[in-house]
């Protein structure tokens, strides 16, 4: 998931396909998930706005439902994720964009409906399985 102060995407990655295979703004917790990757908000030293501080809170509240739902859940600073997904800490949208177009093709394909805030919701679902989920299934 990659929260927001109002509306948070999210991605399904299918590890079997290889593919996000859902994504969209609006959660539905009546579908059990067995994992779910949340961005962590970090500020590493700078001034936050109260834009990001009320993420972080989003951030928080994501978590406690999803723990109360029995979920794994896996907080993912930003710099992890395109670190995992660039070789290189310092990436930004476009080389993570870049990164998740190559994993999932498909994915990339499909332009209608998606923006910016569900192609960083794939980047932290897949950073995610790589990470935690591997081994699981």
Same mark, same amino acid.
């Given at each position: 998931?990659?929260?927001?102060?109002?509306?948070?995407?999210?991605a399904?990655?299918?590890?079997?396909?290889?593919?996000?295979?859902?994504?969209? *703004?609006?959660? /539905?917790?009546e579908?059990?998930?067995?994992?779910?990757?949340i961005?962590?908000?970090?500020?590493?030293?700078?001034?936050?706005? /109260?834009?990001?501080?009320?993420?972080?809170?989003?951030?928080?509240?994501?978590?406690?439902?999803?723990?109360?739902?029995?979920?794994?859940?896996?907080?993912?600073?930003?710099? *992890?994720?395109? /670190?995992?997904? *660039?070789? *290189?800490?310092?990436?930004?949208?476009?080389?993570? /964009?870049?990164?998740?177009?190559?994993?999932?093709?498909n994915?990339?394909?499909?332009?209608?409906?998606?923006?910016? &805030? &569900?192609?960083?919701?794939a980047?932290?679902?897949?950073?995610?399985?790589?990470?935690?989920?591997?081994?699981?299934?």
């Amino acid at each position: 998931m990659d929260p927001g102060p109002s509306e948070s995407a999210w991605a399904v990655y299918d590890s079997k396909e290889d593919d996000i295979v859902e994504w969209g *703004t609006s959660i /539905n917790l009546e579908v059990k998930y067995d994992m779910v990757g949340i961005e962590r908000i970090r500020s590493y030293g700078q001034v936050v706005s /109260n834009a990001v501080l009320e993420t972080a809170e989003q951030v928080g509240f994501l978590e406690r439902v999803f723990i109360e739902l029995k979920t794994r859940v896996h907080l993912i600073p930003r710099r *992890t994720i395109v /670190n995992h997904l *660039t070789g *290189t800490a310092v990436g930004g949208d476009k080389k993570v /964009n870049a990164a998740v177009n190559l994993i999932c093709p498909n994915f990339a394909a499909k332009r209608k409906g998606l923006n910016g &805030h &569900h192609r960083a919701a794939a980047a932290v679902a897949i950073t995610c399985y790589d990470l935690y989920g591997k081994g699981v299934e």
